[in-house]
């Protein structure tokens, strides 16, 4: 069982540039999250989508896009790339009501240069 | 909105001793609560939660944390911690309703010397 898998564990990437990062779980999970890791700071959310073609803004969108065409992908896309965009990248899933444990992918390491 | 607060960004502490984290939070409105750990580059993984019921909820490595509703705490406790249990921990809250958003405290490293 893969749980969620996230790629590419690393980049670096140039300042205007854009990437994807993807996204996939196999858990049939109808909630699926982004999240970034800034040091010694704890996880934003930037989108997360509640299933299939509805996604919405979390606390730290500006800058990011995302999309939901299937329940198992959840692909994070930046437009231009900024300094500030610097982070570890963290995917998630869950099942759809509160209180159920969220699985994390092993994240992805962004450095924009 | 709710916020977490942990109050102590690095705990360092023998092997086979107790340990603490400290985990407040602020909300209006009924929450659930978490404790994530997060090992040297990986993602992170539940170790406990609370819901509802008995307010002392246990992990199977032996962590166990209280929710105090008065005090707006959920400290995390280990009355004897190993090498292996060197990470950072994540205390977290989501509303008890909608959408199952987790909002994360800054983390606490915890470092076990022998």
């Known amino acids: 069982n893969a749980g969620v898998t996230q790629t590419p564990k690393f980049r670096i990437l140039k300042i205007g540039q854009s990437m994807t990062l993807q996204c996939t779980q196999d858990?049939?999970?109808?909630?699926m999250y982004w999240y970034r890791q800034d040091p010694g700071m704890g996880l934003k959310l930037i989108y997360y989508s509640v299933g299939a073609g509805i996604t919405d803004k979390g606390e730290v969108p500006n800058g990011y896009n995302v999309s939901r065409s299937t329940t198992e992908d959840f692909p994070l896309r930046l437009e231009l790339a900024a300094p500030s965009q610097t982070s570890v990248y963290f995917c998630a899933s869950s099942y759809s009501h509160s209180g159920n444990t969220i699985y994390f992918g092993e994240g992805s390491w962004l450095t924009v240069v | 909105a709710q916020s977490v607060t942990q109050l102590d960004s690095q705990v360092p502490v023998f092997e086979e001793a107790p340990v603490e984290l400290r985990c407040n939070y602020s909300?209006?409105?009924?929450?659930?609560l978490f404790w994530y750990v997060q090992y040297p580059n990986q993602g992170l993984q539940l170790l406990l939660k609370y819901l509802s019921g008995s307010t002392l909820v246990e992990s199977i490595n032996g962590f166990e944390a209280e929710f105090n509703k008065s005090q707006t705490s959920f400290h995390l406790r280990k009355p004897s911690v190993h090498i292996s249990d060197t990470a950072e921990y994540f205390c977290?809250?989501?509303?008890?309703?909608?959408?199952?958003?987790?909002?994360f405290g800054q983390g606490t490293r915890l470092t076990i010397n022998p």
């Open positions: 909300s209006s409105v009924s929450v659930y």
């Open positions: 977290a809250v989501s509303e008890g309703q909608g959408a199952q958003k987790l909002v």
């Open positions: 858990m049939n999970h109808n909630y």
